[in-house]
Nanobody, 120 residues
Framework: QVQLVESGGGLVQAGGSLRLSCAGSGRALYYYDMGWFRQGPGKEREFVAAISRSGGSTDYIDTVKGRFTISRDNAKNTVYLQMNSLKPEDTAVYYC?????????????WGQGTQVTVSS
């Protein structure tokens, strides 16, 4: 139905920035609300941010609000996560996913993940 491939992860110092990309194929992403999730070492996977089909509405967890921005370009079939003011606590594997609906904070189809490491 849809395949998702994340990119843009890496190692960055605290206070730095990264921009993650999620490229879709097989089916146009504009049919779906999309989101980003992460799983840190020894932790459960958690919701980070989501965006509606048109990009007009967003949802963020409190710990990233004001630092992270989710966006999408449906013409490019791509979803982005701009991460600023990164903290060591943001270290995790970040996953792009189709979400069941904006506000559900749950995904059903996933990408392979991209590693983000933030050093102090």
């Amino acid at each position: 139905q849809v395949q998702l491939v994340e990119s843009g992860g890496g190692l960055v110092q605290a206070g730095g920035s990264l921009r993650l990309s999620c490229a879709g194929s097989g089916r146009a992403l504009y049919y779906y609300d999309m989101g980003w999730f992460r799983q840190g070492p020894g932790k459960e996977r958690e919701f980070v941010a989501a965006i509606s089909r048109s990009g007009g509405s967003t949802d963020y967890i409190d710990t990233v609000k004001g630092r992270f921005t989710i966006s999408r370009d449906n013409a490019k079939n791509t979803v982005y996560l701009q991460m600023n003011s990164l903290k060591p606590e943001d270290t995790a594997v970040y996953y792009c996913a189709r979400v069941r609906g904006l506000g559900s904070r749950t995904g059903d189809y996933w990408g392979q993940g991209t590693q983000v490491t933030v050093s102090s």
